[in-house]
């Protein structure tokens, strides 16, 4: 690996080139969020896109920093923010940082014995992601939440364990504010 430099668009979040983009869709995020209706009723209106990651060209191995820039979009489905998917990193024993560039969102986490933290992202903010802790970013803002992540290159993602389990808590809007509640459909490993 050779060093390198790209550019990031700072009022977008968008990486012109030398990234990959990976796009997700109401459609790809069936069995995540409560309202399965209110789901179903906006892919078929129109399939919005919920977010997006930009992944800079970096080696998956010890020794390298895998980067990216996510962006959020706002929207709801139901009462529940548009979010990412959520992951636990393949390798539990790795760390993750995010630094919040645009946007006002919740970065929610949660361990795999169900202990639950919730962490304000708003431009500026510096997020840090202890091993063992799976985490999901919430949008729960007007505008896109666009922010930057750094991680082990051997870190991988564990997708998995969210989708069969869920996330004990999730976040919905309530009088106009975000509020932490439980989730219905969450089911604990056993």
Avoid at 41 to 55: R, S, T
Avoid at 112 to 137: A, N, Q
């Amino acid at each position: 690996m050779k060093p390198l430099v790209n550019r990031m668009d700072l009022l977008t979040g968008e990486v012109p080139s030398g990234a990959t983009v990976v796009i997700r869709r109401a459609s790809d995020m069936k069995g995540l969020y409560q309202n399965r209706v209110a789901l179903e009723g906006l892919i078929k209106a129109k399939d919005p896109v919920v977010y997006q990651v930009y992944n800079v060209a970096v080696p998956e191995r010890n020794g390298e920093l895998q980067h990216c820039v996510s962006i959020i979009y706002p929207g709801k489905v139901g009462d529940e923010y548009f979010m990412t998917k959520g992951h636990f990193h393949a390798r539990r024993d790795t760390a993750e940082v995010y630094l919040g560039l645009r946007g006002k969102g919740k970065l929610l986490l949660q361990t795999e014995k169900g202990e639950i933290e919730v962490l304000d992202m708003f431009p500026g903010s510096i997020l840090y992601i202890p091993p063992y802790w799976g985490h999901r970013t919430v949008n729960v803002g007007d505008e896109p939440l666009i922010f930057f992540a750094i991680y082990p290159g051997d870190a991988g993602h564990d997708y998995q364990t969210i989708e069969a389990h869920g996330f004990r808590k999730v976040i919905v809007e309530r009088d106009g504010k975000p509020v932490l509640v439980d989730n219905p459909n969450y089911r604990p490993s056993t």
